[in-house]
């Protein structure tokens, strides 16, 4: 037989169980915000920004060509900012950075927009002033060592970065609503799965539905409290009845 389950089954089973949903939603969200806020160390980021120029003419023109060409070599110099080259120098000359070269480039991402003559050097660590100092001494050591690497002189340091006060991760909030929403999604997938494990039959319609057969009579669900109160009722009046 094919069961059909209905709306109003499915807010049944979602209103006895409001109680477990909203208790997994709540101790989700607190354990995330405790967590985030307590255990996991803020990050900062810090960020410079280079410049690639072209060159200019004798006559101080510069043509679309060789704005394009400083265009091309932007991947280039990406790939040289993060090369051991650049870095063993910023690893000397920044106290406190990280002995392994390796983990000294995994704290630093380059970029750039397309077709854009800027690159966007960031860093992130737990620690705000040495990810600034990491940044600032990054886009320092490329612009001073790319002159005898490629033999050009077209790279500007553009900005420089300050300490920054704000952390980029944890996101508190975000990452307390993530969790809210899954204590949510996981108490109503437990309400669920406890109403179909649940095989008691609790209903007239229930009997009717499982064994499909007519329901001649049911016997009246009689509370504790009352039935006890009728019980001492008899026999109080048993006792006056017969002394």
């Known amino acids: 037989m094919n069961e059909t389950i209905s709306l109003q089954e499915l807010f049944s089973t979602l209103r006895k169980s409001l109680w477990r949903i909203l208790a997994l939603t709540i101790v989700a969200a607190l354990i995330s915000f405790a967590v985030s806020t307590f255990l996991i160390k803020p990050t900062y980021q810090a960020g410079t920004q280079i410049l690639v120029t072209p060159k200019k003419q004798e006559n101080d023109v510069i043509d679309a060509s060789q704005v394009q060409s400083s265009v091309t070599l932007v991947n280039t110099y990406r790939v040289i900012i993060k090369s051991p080259a650049i870095l063993e120098k910023v690893q000397a000359e920044v106290k406190n950075a990280p002995d392994s070269i390796s983990a000294l480039n995994n704290m630093i991402t380059v970029e750039s927009e397309q077709n854009s003559q800027v690159i966007n050097v960031s860093v992130q660590n737990t620690d705000a002033a040495l990810a600034s100092n990491v940044a600032n001494s990054v886009a320092k050591v490329f612009s001073d060592d790319i002159t005898d690497l490629m033999n050009v002189d077209n790279v500007k340091v553009l900005s420089v970065s300050g300490i920054p006060?704000?952390?980029?991760?944890?996101?508190?909030?975000?990452?307390?609503?993530?969790?809210?929403?899954?204590?949510f999604l996981l108490g109503v997938g437990l309400a669920f799965l406890r109403e179909v494990l649940d095989r008691r039959i609790r209903t007239e319609e229930q009997v009717h539905q499982i064994l499909d057969l007519p329901v001649l009579g049911s016997i009246p669900d009689i509370e504790s409290k009352v039935f006890n109160a009728s019980k001492k009722a008899s026999k109080r009046e048993a006792v006056k009845q017969y002394g």
Do not use: D, E, F
Request: glycine residues 6%; neutral net charge.
């Open 165 to 183: 006060t704000t952390p980029v991760s944890p996101n508190i909030l975000l990452n307390t609503a993530i969790a809210a929403v899954v204590g």
